[in-house]
Every structure is written in structure tokens, then in C-alpha cells.
């Protein structure tokens, strides 16, 4: 029933790749989230402009611009660099790759951690005050404030963003099959090629995004579960 005409495993083996991808890209969006939205509301001015500079141009450019950018443009300058540093000692030799895989996680991460960024931004205002500076009172150091209060708290409000965006991140990932990666995007291309049955293949392709979809919304209902923990519902 698997068998896919034969590429049953090359199909599974892409949509392994596809949520590592997503994942890695997920954790690498959501520490630049925390670090941007941190920055837009930080009182030092130089941080909260560089912030603004950074999530406004992100996204602004196209996601498979930035893919293109940082897949050549990144290399070549790799390249550059280690070649004048190679220069500088004849005995030194230093070579580096950026890969598709390790393109793929840098270019998602960096976008979307522009739009986590605006979620952390909005969570983190949505927090009240007083509970802050309570826990100062009590003399909590700053790490302690943000994780036993601060965090707990805006997860309730930004999981609702934060859900969206994964989502976002997960289907975004058939981006990097133009640039030679593996996933189940270019699976299913290759598939329908050999076979002539590239209609079915792209199907199967979407049958598998769709199914991810679904763990992952069970995913959030769990963690939106666990963060309202002690809230009471509205009462309609």
C-alpha cells in the first residue's frame, strides 16, 4: 500500500528530513523571537532600532529571495573569508560548506523569527506589571523573574501566534527543495518524473504536509491545555 511504486522510502525518508528541518527551524525561530522581541522593548534605543530594522526587512523580502541570498551569497563570502585567512598562514587550510539542510535551518529561522518576534512582542506586553515587579520585590534575580514568571504567562497569549507560525514554518519547508535538499517536496518530484505519475506524487506530498498538520494541531492543544492551567474560561 506504501510501496509507492518503489519510492515508498525515499518518500519517508523526505518527510523525515522535512520535520527536522521544521523543528530545527522552529527552535532557531523561536530563540531570535525571544532576543528580537526582547531588543523592541529593551529601553536602550540602538536595540529597539536594530530590532525594528531587522523584522521590518525580513518581512518585507520574499522568503525565496532570503533562500537564494543566504544559500549563494552566504557561500561566497564563506569562501572569501577562509581564502584570505588561508592567505594569511600557507600552513592553515580551512575549508567550510554551507550545506542545503544547514541553509534551509538558517534561512527559516531567521525569517520567521522575525514574525515570533511581534508574537513574543505582543505576549510579553500582555503580561501585567504588577506580577513583575512583585516577584523583584520578593528578590528574584532577572533569569528567575523571566522563568518562572514572565514565560509561563506569555506562553498562554502567544501560543495562539506561535501555532500559526509552526504551521507557516512547516509548509515553508517545500522552499528548500529548490536548492537541492532532500525533503518530501522533491521526493515526490523526483517520483513523478521517474513515473510519469508527477500528478499522484504531488498529491501524496500534500497528503503528508496535511497529516503533519494534524499532529501538530494536536501538539498545541495540548501545550494550549497546559498553559491555561489555573485561567478561568470566559463565560458566554
Not at 521544521?22 to 525561530?29: A, E, T
Not at 529548490?178 to 500528478?199: C, E, H, P, W, Y
Not at 494541531?217 to 497546559?226: I, T
Amino acid at each position: 500500500m506504501f510501496n509507492l511504486a518503489g519510492y515508498g522510502p525515499q518518500i519517508f525518508a523526505g518527510t523525515i528530513t522535512t520535520v527536522e528541518l521544521s523543528v530545527l527551524s522552529l527552535l532557531l525561530s523561536f530563540v531570535i523571537g525571544l532576543i528580537g522581541a526582547s531588543a523592541k522593548l529593551s529601553k536602550a534605543r540602538a536595540a529597539r532600532v536594530a530590532a525594528t530594522v531587522y523584522t521590518t526587512i525580513i518581512r518585507g523580502v520574499p522568503d525565496l529571495v532570503l533562500m537564494l541570498l543566504i544559500f549563494y551569497s552566504l557561500q561566497i563570502w564563506i569562501n572569501d573569508i577562509t581564502d584570505w585567512l588561508n592567505s594569511l598562514q600557507n600552513s592553515f587550510d580551512f575549508g567550510f560548506d554551507l550545506d542545503p539542510f544547514t541553509s534551509g535551518v538558517i534561512t527559516l529561522g531567521f525569517i520567521y523569527g522575525a514574525y515570533f518576534t511581534e508574537t513574543f512582542r505582543g505576549a510579553f506586553l500582555a503580561v501585567p506589571k504588577g506580577q513583575l515587579e512583585a516577584a523583584r520585590a520578593f528578590g528574584m534575580k532577572p533569569f528567575h523573574v523571566f522563568r518562572r514568571v514572565l514565560f509561563p504567562q506569555m506562553m498562554r497569549y502567544a501560543l495562539p501566534g506561535l501555532g500559526n507560525n509552526w504551521q507557516v514554518i512547516l509548509k515553508a519547508t517545500a522552499l528548500v527543495s529548490i536548492i537541492g535538499l532532500s525533503d518530501v517536496v522533491k521526493a515526490a518530484q523526483n517520483a513523478g518524473q521517474a513515473t510519469f505519475r508527477t500528478f499522484f506524487f504531488i498529491c501524496v506530498a500534500g497528503a503528508v504536509y496535511l497529516v503533519l498538520t494534524i499532529i501538530s494541531n494536536g501538539v498545541l492543544l495540548y501545550l494550549e491545555r497546559k498553559y491555561m492551567i489555573g485561567v478561568r474560561k470566559a463565560v458566554l
